[in-house]
């Protein structure tokens, strides 16, 4: 499940897009069923998640309850903020491909999901959205997209042969189910694109951010 969410999360973070210039999009984020082991409930209580982009600039907030990551990324650079317990990382890469994951996930070819889009569909947020099930080793998850947001660039953790943007999907492995749903999107945003890591936060390389946060 770790592995399925960082591909999704990353895939968000890495995403431009050619008909909407800007826009923000927030996203609720419930869980159901049993916590794997070694996992705080606290750390799943008021999760919530922010998308932003304006033209060739993208941002993403996840706030994980105890834990909080931010993916800043333009044409030339991305920037990941990690803030967990006091401990605050960040790194700046050249790039707009991240080598930072939060569980350190690079799906090879042979690991690529089956895809089955089911010809469902319902409106998200204002968007007529499609149904896709998209099926791996690890477990499933089910993707509402629309073809009314298109990417004119995705990350290859997230080109999962979907021609649109998601708008909900529904991480299901290991008995228990994470459902992150947009709530709405705004044609606007006034969040902080800027490179610039914040004070207080120590600077690594991604090697370095890599190790912290296995």
Do not use: H, W
């Not at 073809?147 to 995705?154: E, Y």
């Amino acid at each position: 499940m770790k592995r399925i969410l960082t591909s999704v999360l990353l895939g968000l973070a890495s995403i431009t897009f050619a008909q909407v210039s800007t826009a923000t999009i927030n996203y609720k984020v419930s869980l159901d069923g049993e916590l794997p082991e070694g996992l705080p409930a606290d750390m799943f209580k008021n999760m919530s998640m922010t998308l932003a982009f304006n033209g060739e600039s993208t941002r993403t907030d996840f706030n994980m309850g105890i834990m909080n990551m931010t993916t800043v990324t333009n044409d030339k650079q991305t920037m990941t903020l990690f803030n967990s317990m006091g401990m605050k990382f960040g790194t700046i890469e050249d790039g707009n491909d991240s080598e930072v994951s939060l569980f350190n996930n690079k799906a090879s070819e042979e690991e690529k999901p089956d895809i089955n889009l089911t010809g469902k569909t319902k409106t998200i947020a204002g968007f007529e959205c499609k149904e896709a099930i998209i099926t791996s080793d690890e477990g499933n998850v089910t993707v509402y997209f629309t073809d009314q947001i298109k990417p004119n660039r995705i990350s290859k953790d997230f080109d999962m042969g979907i021609n649109g943007f998601p708008l909900e999907f529904t991480i299901n492995a290991s008995g228990m189910l994470m459902k992150i749903s947009a709530t709405d999107v705004k044609k606007s945003t006034n969040v902080d694109f800027s490179m610039t890591i914040p004070e207080g936060y120590q600077k690594m390389n991604a090697d370095q951010m890599k190790s912290m946060m296995r």
